[in-house]
């Protein structure tokens, strides 16, 4: 990548976060600058956004649990969506061009249709970096999103293996060995140790899989994101992802780079991009109507569909194939790829209020609740709890179970993770599956009793959200959150945390405790 390249990223990444903008908006305003200022996009930012791409879905599919899929919402919703969405948008795209036909290139009904289904693809990379970068790829509303994505990621594959010709090669059917092979490829991963040699092993998996699959004329992608799936089960699955996290990030960059330097719009395509943009709102309005109606809560319906309210990369993959194959102009091609740009900005900047907005509208998105909820979505119930810790990763597992060793207190704990909190409970342990800035689980909890709450979180902007939202729901005890910066300590004791304790400081007075403590015994 060239250094310019690099340069305007990160200009443009620190301009928009230095106004409380996601980074990866200043990144596709760094493509359209340097198209623009006369750059063009070169096969090495190609093969860099691919890679990212490739990293993406692998690191998606070590998250993802298979039942998921085959939960009803998911699969009826994402069918249903995109079913609707092309019919009704396909007449409306075929209007508009009507009307600027002498602007643009005409289309006929099968073009608009292709459009249509071009613009009905959600953005796997926007939302699951906008998702990871909010904490909530785990929540439940996390996961029902990732799992309309893989859903719609299997519609793409189909769509161009029959829009191609391009069938499966006959030896696609030796990727059954992937099955025998795999107590091999467990073992290699756990040989693999903490350091460098673990994303190395990330790497080669991921791109292993890719390779694979497009050797029998598979997309290849799809090969990355299987590979992930079948070693999601792994005790190292959830560390490779987190080893893999830094180089995926900058991967990525490449490809919001390369959306605004692929092609440099006129006033009409802009226009036309725009026009597109207003559909954005139907197109969350239409997840939310199917969601509600598939029995999920209202507020599990409002987050999923705002985050699933953009364009796709996919459509730019389906809009170039199209124009290849003649059926449709290259001009609306560049009117896809500013939809897709503009679509993630607007995803970006309204995700990040979609706690409060549902806070504020919650009595009217409720409304559209059905009286007879999903048994996942069955608010869990707290009895007798004193203390109450919120995250249970490396740091609050660990504080649980130091609590928990003082008999004289009764703890539980908390975490969006449903497939955690099942493995910790069938050892017997007091834990609940919620999600902490859920205000309606708030609403709905016992919490008279408890007397502090500890907020090991990642985030310090969750850990905020939820000390408000707890200070709404009435509770009157201590809590306590850590911090992983010093500079982080001052906004959460501003916003309603009584304690913040250091993560690495605290780590090594405790180390030094024990230490001394074990000394001590054996002198």
Not at 417 to 435: A, F, M, R, T, Y
């Amino acid at each position: 990548m060239e250094y310019v390249f690099l340069l305007f990223a990160f200009a443009c990444g620190l301009t928009v976060k230095l106004i409380g903008i996601p980074p990866l908006v200043g990144y596709l305003v760094a493509g359209f600058l340097l198209n623009f200022a006369g750059y063009s996009l070169t096969d090495e930012l190609t093969q860099i956004a691919n890679l990212g791409i490739t990293i993406m879905l692998f690191t998606i599919g070590l998250k993802l649990n298979l039942r998921d899929l085959s939960r009803r919402e998911v699969w009826a919703g994402s069918i249903s969506h995109t079913l609707i969405w092309v019919g009704v948008i396909s007449v409306v795209v075929y209007g508009i061009s009507s009307l600027a036909a002498s602007y643009v290139d005409g289309l006929s009904m099968q073009s608009a249709m292709l459009i249509a289904f071009a613009l009905s693809f959600s953005s796997t990379v926007c939302v699951v970096k906008v998702l990871e970068e909010s904490g909530e790829s785990k929540t439940r509303h996390g996961r029902l999103a990732i799992g309309i994505l893989v859903m719609q990621d299997v519609f793409a594959v189909v769509f161009l293996v029959a829009a191609t010709g391009k069938l499966p090669s006959i030896w696609a059917l030796a990727l059954l060995a992937l099955f025998p092979a795999m107590p091999l490829i467990r073992k290699m991963i756990s040989k693999s140790g903490h350091g460098e040699l673990l994303p190395l092993t990330g790497f080669i998996l991921a791109l292993g899989g890719y390779h694979l699959f497009e050797l029998v004329n598979i997309k290849g992608d799809l090969g990355a994101l299987v590979f992930g799936i079948l070693i999601a089960q792994h005790e190292k699955a959830s560390e490779l992802a987190k080893s893999l996290l830094s180089f995926k990030d900058l991967f990525l960059i490449g490809f919001f780079l390369s959306i605004g330097l692929t092609a440099l719009p006129d006033i009409t395509m802009v226009i036309l991009a725009l026009v597109f943009c207003l559909f954005i709102p139907l197109k969350a309005a239409l997840f939310f109507k199917l969601f509600t109606s598939l029995r999920l809560r209202g507020r599990t319906s409002y987050l999923s569909s705002l985050v699933l309210s953009n364009y796709s990369e996919f459509g730019l993959i389906v809009g170039a194939l199209a124009v290849s194959l003649g059926l449709l102009g290259s001009s609306w091609l560049v009117v896809i790829a500013l939809a897709v740009s503009l679509s993630f900005v607007f995803t970006s900047i309204l995700y990040k209020s979609s706690h409060s907005q549902y806070n504020r509208y919650k009595n009217k998105i409720k409304r559209y609740e059905k009286s007879r909820r999903l048994k996942e979505d069955i608010y869990p119930t707290l009895h007798n709890a004193q203390f109450l810790v919120l995250g249970l990763g490396r740091v609050g597992r660990g504080a649980f179970n130091a609590l928990a060793k003082l008999t004289e207190v009764n703890v539980w704990g908390m975490d969006a993770d449903s497939v955690k909190i099942k493995e910790l409970q069938n050892e017997g342990l007091n834990v609940i599956c919620g999600d902490g800035e859920d205000i309606d689980l708030w609403d709905n909890l016992d919490i008279h009793d408890v007397q502090l709450v500890l907020l090991a979180l990642p985030s310090i902007q969750d850990a905020i959200n939820i000390s408000k939202q707890l200070k709404n729901a009435g509770y009157l005890g201590k809590i306590a959150a850590i911090a992983r910066y010093e500079d982080e300590v001052d906004s959460l004791l501003e916003n309603g945390v009584d304690k913040v304790f250091n993560f690495f400081t605290e780590a090594g007075l405790g180390f030094a405790e024990e230490s001394m403590a074990y000394a001590q015994s054996q002198a």
